[in-house]
């Protein structure tokens, strides 16, 4: 029998609310000893992450130079650069799966979709 991620899961979650501010995201993640959290709607649902990755830009002045010609990419690091709330740091949508999904269908979307962290929904 394969294992399932609720086998796996972490069950205590620290989310944010996407109105969150810069600081208390950082807060959040230092208390929690987390290097990426949830961001919630005012109704609960998760509609992105935040992870440390999103945050270092602000340290990159680099990022903040105006280039005439800039990809989507480009576009999406300065605005999380100048980002002061959790909802204009997020990558979104997020990446979720449901916590009957086996771990190796988790581990192969997680490669697929490029991402570190994948909430249970």
């Excluded at 208390?24 to 993640?29: D, E, G, I, K, L």
């Excluded at 999904?101 to 979709?113: G, I, K, P, Q, T």
Aim: net charge positive; charged share 25%.
């Amino acid at each position: 029998m394969s294992r399932t991620v609720a086998d796996v899961m972490t069950r205590t979650v620290v989310v944010v609310p996407g109105s969150a501010p810069f600081k208390q995201v950082v807060r959040a993640m230092r208390e929690y000893r987390v290097s990426a959290l949830p961001v919630t709607d005012p109704d609960g649902l998760i509609v992105g992450v935040v992870s440390e990755a999103d945050m270092i830009l602000r340290e990159d002045p680099a990022v903040l130079e105006p280039h005439f010609f800039q990809g989507h990419t480009r576009r999406d690091e300065r605005r999380k650069a100048e980002a002061l709330v959790a909802r204009d740091l997020m990558t979104a949508p997020p990446v979720t799966v449901g916590p009957q999904a086996s771990v190796a269908d988790a581990a192969r979307l997680m490669h697929e979709r490029r991402v570190k962290r994948l909430p249970v929904v």
